[in-house]
């Protein structure tokens, strides 16, 4: 069994949260053909992909703090 650690709002899985991150985000939203870590792009964990987990994503970018369920995200 292979285990991976998920950094919450890396949904490109470049061991980064960067506005690279937030970008493909708002494709994927806006329905683009773009490939995400759908587990990462659930930045608040509520099991599903929204433009609550965006927005959360662009609020940490800006350094604002994020109530959010992620560690990594606070």
Known sequence: V???DILYGDVNRDQKITTVDGVILSRYLARWSVSVDETA???NGDGK???TDAVLLKRYLAKWKVP???PEME
Do not use: K, N, Y
Request: net charge negative; aromatic share 0%; proline share 0%.
């Open 49 to 51: 992909i929204t433009t």
């Open 2 to 4: 292979m285990v991976t």
């Open 41 to 43: 792009a659930d930045v």
């Open 68 to 70: 959010s369920l992620i």
